[in-house]
């Protein structure tokens, strides 16, 4: 089928992105579902930084790639030898496809499924290569195995998880990755047990997912860090009993915590974050890195003796170490009952056309989570 995506054929960092415009709305050509294969109907799409992490060279993908990994929609067909799932279900998109046989998934952590791994580093799908093409016939990537920028996706069924009908579109986009990130990060990852302590550097949409995580495992005190006063607002609301900017952030928690925090989640990519979230930690404590540094960045500013030393943890988390089927009906649960309100990551919606500034938005600071409409005719609300 013949639909519009947004389609980036080259990295860049000319700003703003409105004037730019590296990412280009196209008519291109969707392939049908293949056997283990779903198609589906964008209903919303959430923008995140890893997103713009590719627009900006900073995770090298294969190009030209159709954009978009966070997303929700309807399932409109399903190829053969599909049982989970069926046309008209509701369902949220995961970009992690995991093939539910390989070493990690028979541990039990399918975030790091190296079947999936190496489908999303191609640029294909896990049942098998693109099915997208440009008008002149050429190979269009597919991003994490599901390119929701888009009026319509095909997905592996291993990258849909149902949803109840009534949740609103522009509420469960955003549970495919922002929160099975950073709430995963504190519960999952973390495993933080109620009355421990939890700081989060960073305060984008991951960042901000991992104060609600630790609200929902009832850490105290939670502790946000942003240079950005409006995020460090809307952290407090989201539940966290402190807020602070950058500079003065280790100097309060030394005041507020002495011996230093139990918990601690990177959610900015940054190797000199990750040094003083090791800062704030107390002996015993745990770093939980979940942000996207570019590639080449190193670790240099790190005490090697805070390991063995004082006990400390540096973990990465991929995904939140989330099971998906398992999280993300737990996480609306939570929502459902007022103890996740997601709702108020949301910043805006914008037209699929008007991509390009809401990336621009994103990068300079002023957005969370905005969800894209794609024009696929779905209609958005409950």
Not at 111 to 140: F, I, K, M, Q, Y
Not at 174 to 191: D, S, Y
Not at 215 to 233: L, M
Not at 240 to 268: C, K, N, Q, T, W
Request: glycine share 12%; hydrophobic share 45%.
């Amino acid at each position: 089928m013949r639909m519009r995506a947004a389609v980036l054929r080259g990295t860049s960092q000319a700003r703003p992105y409105g004037t730019s415009r590296p990412v280009a709305i196209e008519d291109v050509e969707l392939g049908d579902p293949r056997a283990g294969e779903v198609l589906v109907r964008i209903a919303a799409a959430s923008l995140c930084h890893s997103d713009l992490s590719v627009v900006n060279g900073d995770r090298v993908r294969p190009l030209p790639m159709a954009l978009g990994h966070e997303a929700v929609g309807v399932v409109e067909a399903v190829g053969p030898g599909v049982d989970r799932v069926a046309p008209g279900e509701h369902v949220a998109l995961v970009f992690v496809p995991s093939c539910g046989h390989c070493v990690r998934c028979d541990e039990g952590r399918p975030a790091l499924c190296s079947a999936a791994a190496a489908a999303n580093g191609s640029g294909g799908l896990l049942h098998g290569p693109s099915l997208l093409r440009d008008g002149g016939g050429a190979v269009v990537h597919h991003q994490l195995g599901v390119s929701a920028f888009a009026e319509f996706a095909v997905v592996a069924q291993e990258s849909v998880v149902p949803i109840p009908r009534d949740v609103p579109f522009e509420v469960a986009s955003m549970f495919g990755c922002a929160v099975l990130t950073g709430a995963g990060a504190v519960i999952n990852t973390a495993a933080v047990r109620p009355g421990q302590s939890v700081a989060v550097f960073g305060l984008g949409g991951v960042g901000l997912s991992a104060v609600l995580g630790a609200r929902a495992a009832g850490a105290y005190p939670i502790v946000a860090v942003d240079p950005v006063p409006a995020k460090r607002d809307l952290a407090l609301r989201l539940g966290a009993s402190h807020a602070y900017h950058p500079d003065r952030a280790l100097d309060a928690i030394r005041d507020l915590v002495g011996d230093g925090l139990d918990v601690v989640v990177e959610a900015v990519g940054s190797a000199a974050v990750i040094a003083d979230c090791l800062a704030a930690v107390g002996r015993g404590g745990r770093v939980v890195s979940v942000g996207l540094p570019a590639p080449g960045r190193r670790l240099d500013a790190v005490p090697a003796l805070a390991f063995a030393g004082e006990g400390k943890s540096l973990i990465g988390s991929y995904m939140g170490d989330a099971v998906p089927r398992r999280d993300i009906p737990r996480y609306l649960a939570l929502w459902r009952a007022g103890q996740m309100p997601v709702e108020l990551l949301h910043t805006g919606t914008v037209e699929l056309d008007d991509l390009n500034e809401a990336m621009e938005a994103l990068a300079n600071g002023e957005a969370i989570r905005q969800v894209i409409r794609t024009g696929a005719g779905v209609a958005a609300g409950r």
